[in-house]
């Protein structure tokens, strides 16, 4: 069965809530990205593999799981419970099945709120790109998403931060990879708060920077 990598930074309030949804057999990698609010033990408490991951940056986190893991198939969902992790399934399962290579989760939002205007904006950008330039037929650089731990490696990701996501698809598209989309439910955070990349202006537009540059570069 996967595991499930998790890319961390303060995200003690939400980690309880996530982890105890995770589904049987699928097992939990938090990569913690120098936390301060005690995201590490609190993880560890909860039958996660902890990882401890630098330099800072999203992408180094993501990696850091990767390398971490041992299941055959890979499963990437951010940490702070705005996906639920009982739709794990939808991502990996045709991964699993050998019916595609990299299955990535469109974001669907449940409710107002849960996806600002500002980060839709930015997303369809990039995808719009991403579906002229390598012709992948994705609409979302899906946070959630599964692979085959070896195929993954072999890509030879090297952005560390918020170009990682992108990356993998240009790679993997590049290498001949079945790239495919299915819908996933996005939702508020339980703990009220916001996201690190698309809960405000400024960090959206860190992650349009950083993955302009893995589409230039």
Not at 95 to 123: E, F, K, Q
Not at 129 to 157: Q, T
Not at 165 to 187: H, K, N, Q
């Amino acid at each position: 069965m996967p595991d499930v990598v998790l890319p961390c930074l303060n995200e003690a309030v939400a980690l309880p809530w996530v982890l105890a949804r995770m589904p049987a057999g699928y097992h939990p990698i938090v990569a913690d990205n120098g936390s301060s609010d005690g995201s590490a033990a609190i993880a560890a408490a909860h039958g996660a593999t902890v990882v401890h991951a630098s330099p800072r940056g999203f992408g180094a986190a993501a990696h850091a799981g990767l390398t971490a893991a041992a299941a055959d198939v890979v499963c990437f969902m951010d940490a702070d419970g705005s996906f639920d992790p009982r739709q794990l399934p939808l991502v990996a399962v045709p991964v699993l099945d050998g019916g595609c290579d990299l299955m990535l989760g469109r974001r669907r939002p449940t409710a107002r709120g849960a996806w600002p205007l500002h980060a839709r904006l930015g997303n369809a950008v990039v995808a719009w790109r991403l579906r002229r330039s390598a012709k992948v037929p994705v609409h979302d650089l899906g946070p959630m998403r599964a692979a085959r731990r070896e195929a993954l490696l072999a890509l030879d990701l090297t952005d560390r931060r918020f170009g990682y996501p992108l990356e993998m698809v240009t790679r993997a598209a590049a290498t001949g990879w079945r790239i495919a989309e299915v819908d996933v439910a996005y939702s508020p955070r339980p703990d009220g708060g916001r996201s690190k990349v698309t809960g405000t202006v400024a960090g959206t537009l860190r992650a349009v920077r950083d993955m302009s540059r893995v589409m230039t570069g």
